[in-house]
């Protein structure tokens, strides 16, 4: 077993539905945890498709709840997005960029392949004070209620079989290999070191 938990890092784009869902789960299965988001803002589906509704970071999620509740209460509450707030809020109090994180990890999940290039690329460009690896795996999931809900999932069963072994680095690439047989999902992975 190793000898300190597991330190862990979900990101998606704006640190809202993918990334959140991940959080929920792996908090309630006791892993130390974060969720980011890599964009350079955080956008929600508006009342139109190309309408997205845009915050900053900074932003807190009751306050972009009360902004929503104001702006059109119905569109929002159907569409799911008042709900992803809610629990959004019980978990922290507002999105928080990657990029603006020093904090050291095992394992940084991501949740599209763009967020992976975005997170790869600040990981390469940092200094590297410690040289300590941190491994970089892609779950691609959609962004839906019920995707963000799966790819959690999967997610949790990837760091419940990192969390047991004997050494993380040689039994990665058997795990990634086992997940990918029983979810027909590819994995992109790669190591960085801070």
Not at 159 to 178: H, I, K, R, T
């Amino acid at each position: 077993m190793p000898s300190s938990p597991l330190r862990v890092a979900v990101v998606c784009m704006s640190n809202m539905n993918r990334s959140m869902e991940a959080h929920s789960i792996l908090m309630k299965k006791g892993f130390s945890v974060k969720s980011f988001g890599a964009g350079s803002c955080v956008r929600l589906p508006g009342r139109a498709s190309n309408l997205p509704v845009v915050y900053d970071f900074s932003t807190k999620y009751e306050q972009m709840c009360k902004d929503l509740l104001h702006k059109d209460g119905e569109c929002y509450r159907s569409n799911g997005v008042l709900h992803i707030l809610g629990r959004n809020e019980r978990i922290k109090p507002h999105p928080e960029r990657f990029q603006e994180c020093r904090d050291p990890f095992d394992v940084i999940f991501t949740c599209v392949e763009n967020v992976y290039d975005r997170v790869v690329a600040d990981l390469c460009a940092r200094e590297q004070e410690t040289c300590q690896p941190v491994h970089v795996i892609n779950v691609d999931i959609d962004d839906t209620l019920e995707d963000a809900t799966l790819g959690s999932l999967i997610i949790c069963e990837l760091c419940q079989g990192l969390q047991q072994a004997d050494d993380m680095e040689s039994s990665l690439a058997e795990l990634l290999l086992a997940a990918e047989g029983k979810t027909g999902r590819s994995f992109l992975h790669t190591v960085c070191f801070y």
